[in-house]
């Protein structure tokens, strides 16, 4: 696969940059650039070029546009109901081998609130999700996650440590494994479910984004598949921040901050299919 290529090639902290220039809003921006650059010589194909390149950055920054690319090209899970959630409690009451795992999903580094880097929002909402999932069923959690590409400095902590510091002394409950040296996803398979399997571990319960989970699924069904061929380790989705925030038509359909965030958010799990080939 080509992302696996990249890693093994030692490119790896391209795929950052190389996602930031084919997100929008900067393909729409480019397109109308070149309508701009085109005006004297192609005066129709310039405008043609610049109202598709507002089009699209409207379309991009808008919370209903990315609602409708999450549940037209993502095939999300559905987030685990009561009665799941009252089964792997009593299956964990008698003692079966199970684990929460969370994903990581970025760190601010530079946070002027606080004395040292903490978790970004996506990060801390998939933990509090484990951390809750936790308490209600009594299944204890892994956290899994590293510096990310481009993170160079020594002093930023990998973000399964900072979410084992948060778990600890913001919501009072420990963490039972880490995994830290992950890159991405296909990294966070590889290496927590090594972490897992000498611990006798049999099944996970995976947290992480709605939008994420397809490709997160896919990525350690295949690291327990090649660990294990004959007696994998199974993984259940409980995907969190799926829900949308109350609005208005107005709202939904005018550029804002959220918006691109969500949409960034889903067309990058999007080109992960593609680029995946599923």
């Known amino acids: 696969m080509l992302v696996e290529w990249m890693t093994a090639a030692g490119l790896g902290t391209l795929k950052p940059a190389i996602s930031a220039l084919v997100l929008p809003p900067v393909p729409f921006v480019v397109l109308a650039l070149a309508g701009v650059a085109l005006a004297r010589r192609r005066p129709r194909t310039s405008r043609w070029l610049v109202l598709g390149g507002i089009v699209g950055i409207w379309f991009s920054c808008c919370s209903g546009a990315a609602h409708w690319v999450e549940q037209t090209f993502l095939d999300e899970p559905a987030p685990l109901d009561a009665a799941q959630r009252a089964d792997l409690k009593s299956r964990a009451d008698a003692g079966q081998p199970l684990a929460i795992v ?28 484990a951390l809750w ?9 892994a956290a899994s996650g590293g510096r990310g590409w481009l993170v160079a ?5 990998a973000e399964a440590t900072r979410m084992a510091e948060v778990a600890q002394d913001d919501f009072g409950r420990p963490l039972r494994w880490t995994e830290s040296a992950s890159h991405d996803t296909h ?8 972490l897992l399997q000498p611990e006798g571990i049999r099944e996970i319960v995976l947290v992480t984004n709605g939008s994420h989970m397809t490709r997160a699924l896919r990525e350690f069904r295949a690291a327990a598949a090649a660990q294990s061929a004959s007696s994998p380790i ?10 949308w925030p109350s609005d208005s038509l107005v709202t939904r359909w005018s550029p804002s901050g959220i918006g691109l965030d969500r949409m960034q958010l889903v067309l990058h799990e999007v080109l992960g299919r593609l680029v995946y080939g599923h």
Not at 109 to 128: F, H, I, V
């Open 102 to 129: 969370v994903l990581g999903s970025g760190i601010d580094a530079q946070p002027s609130e606080y004395a040292r880097p903490d978790l970004g929002n996506a990060s801390l909402k998939r933990l509090r999700y």
């Open 133 to 141: 999932l936790s308490r209600a069923t009594g299944i204890p959690v």
């Open 153 to 157: 400095d020594a002093a930023v902590p």
């Open 187 to 194: 990294e966070n398979a590889v290496n927590t479910l090594a």
């Open 234 to 243: 199974a993984v259940m989705p409980a995907p969190t921040g799926q829900g």
